[in-house]
């Protein structure tokens, strides 16, 4: 799935991915060393992995979108 990066605390690399439709979902720091990332700036198109739906969504993995 795709989203775009909303925030990001390099202190404790968390932060929120934008969905398409506009949904914030946050995700946690084990999510982001999951993708391998070492910075992430907000507006930047990113790639992630969920599980769960609705309240309980919640993102597994955060790694910048390639074409």
């Known amino acids: ?37 070492r910075l992430l700036r907000p507006g930047q198109r990113v790639r992630i992995e969920t599980e769960g739906r609705g309240e309980g969504l919640r993102i597994t993995l955060v790694t910048l979108q390639t074409f």
Do not use: C, I, K, N
Request: charged share 20%; net charge negative; aromatic share 10%.
């Open 1 to 37: 799935m795709q989203a775009t990066a909303y925030t990001y605390d390099p202190e404790s690399r968390s932060g929120q991915v934008l969905l398409d439709d506009g949904t914030p979902v946050p995700f946690d720091a084990a999510a982001f060393d999951a993708g391998g990332l």
